[in-house]
């Protein structure tokens, strides 16, 4: 193929991302929120757009479903970043990975007796690698859905997630009392597309690095 298939999440990061497409040319013909196709044509005919889950868009540019991607660096640590090219942090979509607990829950107290908390997320490897770093002993609890509720039925002491505003949290009553790292989302590229592509690729990548807002 000679075009190149870009993959993007709806809600937050396509949002985001439409200054970065404008910068380098690229407008979608149909906004993906309304549309019902999931493969979205635009303005430049060697260029498309697919409409993927967050999670998925690592995947899809690893395998080569799409030339480059744009990801969150929570995905990406989740998904290992096998085969992938990460030119570019866009600074979009930047929020938090947090431990968030009830309100009146002693964090700081279990962690100083090494008490065994159950720990609700998604980010395995990331909520496994923060306690292992910490030398706390926790036990896991994989949830794909709303991690808030897990503490207010007794399923986890505390949960790892991430945060923005913390609006969630506090409707929920709990509070956030550990950051574990600051999340933004980055540009990802297939690294066979890039050899192949690089000069319909490296334009774009160079359009999206000049259009990044500190």
Do not use: W
């Amino acid at each position: 193929m000679t075009g190149i298939t870009l993959a993007l999440s709806k809600g937050r990061i396509f949002e985001e991302t439409l200054p970065l497409l404008a910068a380098a040319g690229i407008v979608p013909v149909e906004n993906p929120e309304s549309s019902r196709k999931l493969i979205i044509e635009t303005n430049r005919s060697e260029v498309r757009l697919v409409i993927v889950r967050a999670s998925d868009t690592p995947t899809y540019v690893q395998y080569g479903a799409a030339d480059l991607g744009i990801a969150g660096k929570d995905v990406l640590i989740e998904h290992g970043g096998a085969g992938l090219y990460q030119p570019v942090d866009l600074n979009i979509a930047k929020c938090r990975m947090s431990v968030a607990v009830p309100v009146g829950f002693d964090y700081a107290a279990a962690v100083q007796r090494g008490a065994r908390i159950r720990v609700a997320t998604k980010y395995m490897k990331i909520a496994r690698e923060h306690f292992a770093s910490k030398g706390m002993h926790v036990d896991l609890i994989k949830l794909y859905g709303s991690m808030e509720l897990a503490p207010l039925v007794g399923l986890a002491e505390a949960i790892v997630d991430l945060v923005s505003t913390g609006g969630t949290l506090r409707a929920n009553r709990l509070t956030e009392v550990e950051e574990i790292m600051q999340i933004s989302s980055r540009l990802v590229v297939n690294q066979a597309a890039l050899k192949m592509k690089r000069e319909l690729l490296q334009p774009i990548i160079e359009a999206f690095a000049g259009a990044v807002k500190p």
